[in-house]
């Protein structure tokens, strides 16, 4: 791998009868594109996970396949590439509580490849009951001058709104999936908002200008 041959040819005519060596002609084979191995996960959350993996040659460019367990690598799967020229990829935008396989590849040179690297497997990990409760919870803006305006895909049971010293200055139930929040009469200052979705509860800092 990565060497220049020079090269000769002459022909045979008779026995004993050669042209003569022509002028030399060079080639290089190209640089050996070695497989990536260690491939370890970290950071695993409900959407997203860390690769990393060993870098068994110069190459500072790879591509991951990754795609739910099962998926035929050849013709299925996502494929994702990482050229910041250091061995490590986030994965994100993943299905919660689900297993995954995944390939990786050098890419040494334009259109010169390394072989896939044996499957790694990964799971995700589950939703809890909050993050179901509050899929979809949104709020803005913060910080806030006057309507805070909040939504979510479960109907909002209840809202509180509490000042730095935990007195209560805001309570209102609405059972509804959208509403906002008047603060023009609230003074300047840092708020804690408690919300509450079906049995789950979330607490958010806010800043009123």
């Known amino acids: 791998p990565d060497t220049e041959y020079d090269v000769y040819i002459r022909a045979v005519c008779e026995e004993e009868n050669y042209s003569e060596w022509s002028t030399v002609d060079s080639f290089s084979t190209l640089e050996s594109c070695e497989t990536p191995t260690g491939i370890e996960f970290s950071n695993i959350t409900t959407t997203s996970a860390q690769i ?13 396949l990754y795609g739910p367990t099962g998926f035929d690598p050849e013709t299925q799967g996502t494929t994702a590439t990482d050229d910041d020229q250091e061995d490590g990829y986030s994965l994100n ?21 390394s072989e896939w690297s044996t499957v790694a497997s990964f799971s995700t990990e589950e939703l809890d009951v909050n993050d179901i409760d509050f899929s979809g919870f949104m709020y803005y803006p913060n910080p806030v001058r006057n309507m805070l305006t909040f939504k979510a895909n479960n109907p909002i049971k209840s809202i509180t709104v509490f ?27 840092n708020y804690f908002i408690k919300i509450q979705i079906k049995n789950s509860i979330k607490m958010i800092k806010l800043i009123k200008e």
């Open 93 to 113: 935008d993943l299905e919660p509580d689900t297993e995954y396989d995944v390939y990786i590849r050098a890419v040494c040179e334009e259109e010169s490849y």
């Open 52 to 64: 990393s993996w060993t870098s068994n040659g110069d190459e500072t460019e790879w591509e991951i």
């Open 163 to 189: 000042n730095m010293l935990g007195q209560q200055v805001f309570q209102k139930d609405y059972n509804k999936v959208s509403g906002s929040i008047d603060f023009s009469m609230l003074q300047t200052g």
